[in-house]
């Protein structure tokens, strides 16, 4: 048995109209076409669904019943159709996004998030959190839709990086170290001599950390790198425990606010830490398309 889509919402046009030639004119179309459709619809379920008079037509028992279940079946259709729509548009689906633990600190990502559920209540969000290069092979394997980290450890072909804001680094020192002491006054780059450093593996996040250390190298500032960790949480944890200094972005400012001081450093401009996306170049449409859209326009107000 084959009966199309086409075939109920003539049926239920005829059904509704009582006349086969008002249901025609409603329908848009000549009255022999569709009594044609309606005799084919009948010899399909072997059954007449009208009875014929003078004024037009009256379903049948077998017409009532299909009536019920062609309204019930074109209704489900419809609503099929509309959450395609919605999907296909960004406005329906699931969509997995990596944050590094820097990146997640800025206020800007979290807001992101909150402005696209309040937006599109219907797309769902699953978070998750990792370091840079796992993220980035995440989204190049399909596993994330997007993305935020810091500097891109490496730039895979098929994926794009899309800086959305650069912030000022800080140094962060124990809250008991004689560079604590003076929270008004930048720190020289040459005051570092000497220290200790706790930083994010270089295949983890190289950039802020390369930045810095071929700073020092061009000053001529000697330093011992005491730690290499994979994450900033790590990272700052450890310099709360008096195990050395590092550099992290601003917005991390405030985390171990009772072991940790953060201090601005004097000429800092090649450390600043930007805040990236990265997605798939072929993946900008549907939900991913919908968040890509949603975060420009927020870095967009955020800038200006």
């Keep these: ?158 994926l794009a990086f899309e800086e959305l804001l650069q912030e000022d680094s800080v140094l962060a020192v124990p809250i008991d170290h004689p560079l604590a002491a003076d929270a008004a006054r930048p720190v020289p780059l040459q005051a570092l001599e000497g220290e200790r450093l706790v930083l994010v593996r270089r295949p983890g996040a190289p950039g802020l950390y390369a930045n810095l250390l071929e700073a020092c190298a061009r000053h001529r500032v000697h330093v011992e790198l005491a730690f290499e960790v994979e994450h900033m949480m790590t990272n700052l944890n450890l310099v709360a425990a008096g195990a050395g200094v590092s550099i992290v972005p601003a917005s991390m400012q405030g985390v171990h606010a009772q072991a940790v001081a953060y201090r601005r450093l004097q000429d800092a401009a090649p450390l600043r830490s930007p805040l990236t996306l990265v997605y798939r170049q072929a993946d900008c449409d549907g939900p991913t398309g919908t968040f890509l859209a949603l975060v420009r326009e927020a870095a967009a107000r955020h800038s200006g």
């Design 1 to 158: 048995m084959h009966i199309d889509i086409r075939q109920l919402r003539y049926f239920l046009a005829v059904a509704d109209a009582g006349h086969i030639t008002r249901a025609a004119e409603t329908l848009g179309m000549q009255q022999p076409p569709l009594s044609q459709q309606i005799r084919a619809l009948e010899t399909e379920l072997g059954t007449a669904l009208f009875t014929r008079h003078p004024k037009g037509v009256e379903p049948t028992e077998a017409g009532r019943l299909l009536q019920k279940e062609a309204r019930r079946l074109l209704g489900e259709f419809a609503a099929m159709q509309e959450r395609m729509l919605d999907f296909v548009q960004g406005r329906r689906g699931r969509i997995a996004i990596g944050f590094t633990t820097s990146a997640s600190a800025h206020a800007f990502t979290p807001a992101s998030l909150r402005l696209c559920r309040s937006r599109h209540p219907d797309l769902q969000i699953d978070v998750s959190e990792n370091n840079a290069a796992e993220i980035t092979q995440a989204v190049l394997d399909a596993r994330l839709n997007c993305g935020f980290l810091r500097v891109p450890v490496a730039r895979p072909p098929g």
